[in-house]
């Protein structure tokens, strides 16, 4: 194709689980692509080596100290290069069609929201920017006429399905859950699981967050959430189903009773692709689902009083004002102290739950309009949840 026709690319965390995906689907037709920028936290060799391999225009690292080993590593390939937080914003801001949001965490609130402010077509893989900035994340994008495709299982499912109805005709969406390496363990497990235990996930091979968030189903309870976010819905009309197979990721229920599903492998590759070839449909790099070979597929419904986490998303919907942004910011508390083993798998919920608490009490609830709010209620939140930690650490449950 003419270079008129290449669509332009940028994936801001290259380097990690999604970004690998989604750089796997880009070399699969590279004369369709131009790479325009590829970012990473702090891992200069593997974003370097993408960089080179995909001719990208621009690089950035977010740790700054490593701006020199960048700039040494790009000796005399002609890519720009940037490094810090801002250099990451610069990648997003720099004038892709379409962009891959893959940061882990809250940090990639600021850079999504770059690219969303230029009206880029942004696929988002990093639930906890919206889930920080719900409040005003999807309003921003539409006058900036930006178009957010989810490339979250889950929430890709509920994008290709709520296409065979209208929202007046929607009843409910169900989002599947594996329920994860602990689905089985009753609660006094659950509590003294080892950080070995949570990075065991049955079916997903992920980045070490998600998976930690997938242990405590956290990640689903952020995901209810994320789901509100995107598609407007109130949170008696998310489900929550534990699916051990992960072969159907979500559903739409209209309201003669008909319910629309979406299947696939567990492969992130199958979302991303859908991302990436809308408003049209792209060869597929996942294994094609093969049911027979299957065999079952089975359901439970989720147990808030083993995974507390989960119900603690819907009251954080429910409390509204920036009660999200703590949720995320308690559990990124929580998921980096369990991390370095500091806290028992246990108390992150319950540091979670403290947290929120807390902020109630206090008295800090108020809606949010700018990233500004947001992040300052990020910042003010996880400064509470590391006040909490010890008390929540000591305490037995
Ligand atoms: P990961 O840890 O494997 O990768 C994270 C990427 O972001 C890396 O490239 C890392 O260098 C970069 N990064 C980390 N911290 C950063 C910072 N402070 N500033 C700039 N860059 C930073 O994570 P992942 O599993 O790929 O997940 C990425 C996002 O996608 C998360 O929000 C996760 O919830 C979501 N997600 C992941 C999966 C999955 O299968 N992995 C599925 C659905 C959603
Ligand atoms: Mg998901």
Not at 73 to 102: C, F, K, N, Q, Y
Not at 275 to 301: M, N, V
Not at 326 to 344: G, L
Not at 386 to 395: D, E, G, M, S
Request: charged share 20%.
């Amino acid at each position: 194709p003419a270079a008129s026709s290449l669509r332009s690319i940028t994936v801001l965390g290259a380097t990690g689980s999604i970004g690998d995906s989604t750089m796997d689907l880009l070399r699969a037709s590279p004369e369709r692509y131009q790479v325009e920028a590829l970012t990473a936290n702090g891992n200069v060799e593997g974003v370097v080596k993408l960089a080179k391999e995909f001719n990208a225009r621009f690089v950035a690292v977010a740790d700054e100290s490593k701006l020199d080993e960048l700039r040494a590593a790009l000796a005399g390939t002609g890519i720009a290069s940037g490094a810090g937080d801002s250099a990451i914003v610069e990648a997003a801001e720099r004038p892709a069609d379409w962009l891959m949001a893959a940061v882990s965490g809250a940090a990639g609130l600021k850079p999504a929201l770059a690219a969303v402010d230029r009206g880029a077509t942004v696929a988002l893989a990093n639930k906890e920017c919206l889930v920080c900035a719900g409040d005003f994340f999807m309003d921003r994008a539409a006058k900036a006429g930006a178009c957010i495709l989810p490339a979250d299982s889950e929430h890709n499912a509920l994008f290709q399905a709520l296409a065979s109805g209208s929202r007046e005709e929607l009843t409910r969406v169900i989002i599947t859950a594996s329920g994860g390496p602990f689905r089985t363990w009753a609660a006094a497990d659950i509590e003294q699981a080892t950080l070995a235990q949570a990075l065991k996930h049955p079916n997903w091979s992920m980045g070490q967050k998600i998976t930690i968030d997938s242990a405590s189903m956290m990640n689903k309870g952020l995901e209810v959430i994320e789901a509100s976010y995107l598609f407007a819905l109130a949170p008696d009309e998310i489900d929550v189903l534990v699916h051990p197979q992960s072969i159907i990721h979500g559903m739409v229920e209209f309201r003669d009773y008909s319910v629309m599903a979406q299947l696939g492998s567990p492969d992130m590759r199958t979302p991303i692709a859908h991302c990436l070839g809308w408003p049209d449909r792209i060869p597929g790099r996942a294994a094609p689902l093969d049911l027979a070979k299957i065999g079952s597929l089975t359901f439970e419904a989720p147990d808030y009083a083993r995974f507390p986490g989960l119900k603690l998303a819907y009251d954080a919907l429910r409390t509204g004002s920036g009660a999200t942004t703590v949720y995320n910011a308690a559990n990124e508390i929580a998921v980096a102290a369990f991390t370095a083993q500091n806290i028992r798998f246990g108390a992150i919920a319950r540091l979670v739950e403290a947290t929120m608490n807390e902020w109630v009490r206090a008295g800090n609830l108020a809606p949010l309009s700018s990233a500004d709010d947001a992040i300052a209620v990020d910042h003010k939140a996880r400064k509470m949840a590391a006040t909490l930690l010890p008390q929540i650490a000591a305490k037995a449950s």
